[in-house]
């Protein structure tokens, strides 16, 4: 049972305007969440993260989402950049139990037009 | 620079051996994590180590083995028991606090024919 998802495999925008990205958790003993960005043959790099304690969370074009009663989160890029395009992963880490280890979504390939 | 090697790059191998996949960290990391990454499936676990010497299984750690004899590597062997071996492996570190991000190497690429 997938306790973290991106429904969306795969996402098309136009470069300079807003990637809007997507993910839904159901384990409500959740309570940090980090998106990572993976370019092909390369491991992920850390993006941004959010505590459950906030809502948002700014980092220069990236902004996260929270909300916790509808245990989702988003990450929005603006302006979208053609490097931009990555596989873009959702991972959730509860407080207490797996001492902590994330749990990560499935991706979303976010591909920026020119 | 501070990060995490993983060697070789690609690793190819017959099918009935065993091969052993090299992580080194040198961010002074406590935890570290074995994933490993198939197409549409996201990043599994295969093992983790919070401590030297002492290691749990994740969620996929069948035909898997590791040690974590010194704080900086975490060598993960594919044995022949594992039944789909190819696939892309992720090491993974961190320190060991819920709420501090991975730091991934770069992978490697395993093919067994």
């Known amino acids: 049972d997938q306790q973290v998802k991106q429904n969306s495999p795969s996402l098309s925008v136009q470069e300079g305007r807003i990637s809007i990205l997507n993910c839904d958790y159901t384990?409500?003993?959740?309570?940090?969440f980090l998106w990572y960005k993976k370019y092909p043959a390369e491991g992920p790099t850390f993006l941004i993260s959010?505590?459950?304690?906030?809502d948002k969370n700014e980092d220069g074009r990236f902004t996260v989402f929270l909300n916790k009663s509808a245990k989702h989160l988003s990450l929005h890029i603006v302006p979208s950049q053609p490097g931009d395009s990555a596989v873009y992963f959702c991972?959730?880490?509860?407080?207490?139990?797996?001492?902590?280890?994330?749990?990560f979504g499935k991706g979303t390939k976010l591909s920026v037009k020119p | 620079d501070g990060g995490i090697t993983q060697s070789p790059k690609y690793l190819f191998r017959k099918e009935g051996q065993n091969v052993t996949l090299s992580c080194e960290q040198n961010?002074?990391?406590?935890?570290m994590y074995w994933y490993r990454q198939d197409p549409g499936q996201g990043l599994r676990l295969i093992y983790y180590?919070?401590?030297?010497?002492?290691?749990q299984k994740g969620d996929i750690a069948e035909g898997y083995s590791v040690s974590r004899e010194k704080k900086e590597s975490f060598p993960l062997t594919v044995t022949s028991a594992q039944k789909n071996p190819t696939a892309f492996y992720l090491c993974?570190?961190?320190?060991?606090?819920?709420?501090?991000?991975?730091?991934f190497g770069n992978g490697t690429r395993l093919t067994v024919t």
């Open positions: 991972a959730a880490s509860p407080r207490r139990g797996s001492q902590g280890n994330l749990i």
């Open positions: 180590s919070q401590i030297v010497n002492d290691f």
């Open positions: 959010i505590s459950s304690i906030k």
């Open positions: 961010l002074n990391h406590d935890a």
């Open positions: 993974a570190s961190r320190f060991d606090s819920y709420n501090s991000p991975l730091h």
């Open positions: 384990n409500s003993m959740f309570d940090y």
